[in-house]
């Protein structure tokens, strides 16, 4: 049950490397919510902590469109990179990016021109529904940018730039956003509105990051690579060095 021998002991801890590229984005990611959550506590304003557990649920409900859309998306391209069709792999990146960018344009319409209703469906309290209703002025933006995160990093972490991915995630986030949310939302200014311009901040940087790394990805000269790595068609190698 236990690894005894070296050779045991390497495959565990290439496992183990190998499973903190590819879930660590998502679990900071996560961690990184619940930190949040605290630093919008520490303002100590009980009207806006409420607000904020409120307008968590929208959050989340809202988020799991992009998110849906990315692990179904990387389903197909992991397939296409698997069986050395770049060009398809990538044709299924720009048509999910491409409705991204429509299911995104509805929802956020919904958030900004039905925040106040949608602040009257999560809460009585009438001084909470105006923070909310503002809430979701910001978390708006912010979800723009993370939508596209949403995508980017599964394709990336799909074709080998998992460590990229990983980096981009540890600046945005842990390096600038978290922060400048504690230090310009608690310590100078004890307003949410900075918290959550710390966030959007963190959001966007991750998605430039990745939406460079995948423009001057070459898809065609990387994706044999990739599947070489790991160990697909290494045994029909052709005359001119490519892998099929």
Not at 27 to 50: C, G, N, P, R
Not at 124 to 150: C, H, K, Q, W
Not at 159 to 169: K, T
Request: aromatic share 14%.
């Amino acid at each position: 049950f236990f690894p005894t021998s070296r050779q045991e002991l390497i495959e565990v801890f290439k496992y183990l490397k190998t499973s903190c590229l590819l879930g660590g984005p998502k679990y900071l990611q996560t961690i990184s919510w619940q930190i949040h959550i605290f630093i919008i506590s520490l303002l100590d304003q009980t009207e806006v902590t409420a607000a904020h557990s409120s307008f968590t649920n929208g959050a989340y409900w809202f988020y799991t469109v992009p998110s849906g859309l990315a692990t179904a998306n990387n389903v197909y391209v992991g397939n296409e990179v698997g069986a050395n069709n770049p060009k398809k792999a990538k044709s299924y990146v720009t048509t999910t990016l491409t409705l991204n960018t429509f299911l995104v344009a509805i929802l956020t319409a919904v958030m900004y021109f039905g925040r106040f209703q949608l602040a009257e469906i999560y809460t009585d309290e009438e001084e909470v529904r105006p923070i909310i209703a503002n809430m979701m002025v910001l978390y708006t933006i912010a979800f723009v940018g993370d939508s596209y995160r949403a995508v980017l990093e599964r394709v990336m972490r799909t074709v080998g730039r998992e460590r990229l991915v990983l980096l981009a995630a540890v600046l945005g986030i842990y390096v600038i956003g978290l922060p400048f949310e504690y230090v310009a939302g608690v310590k100078i200014y004890q307003d949410y509105t900075y918290i959550f311009i710390g966030m959007i901040i963190g959001f966007y940087l991750i998605t430039i990051i990745l939406t460079v790394s995948y423009a001057r990805f070459d898809w065609e000269k990387e994706i044999p690579k990739v599947r070489a790595e790991h160990g697909i068609g290494r045994h029909v190698k052709n005359l001119n060095g490519r892998y099929h």
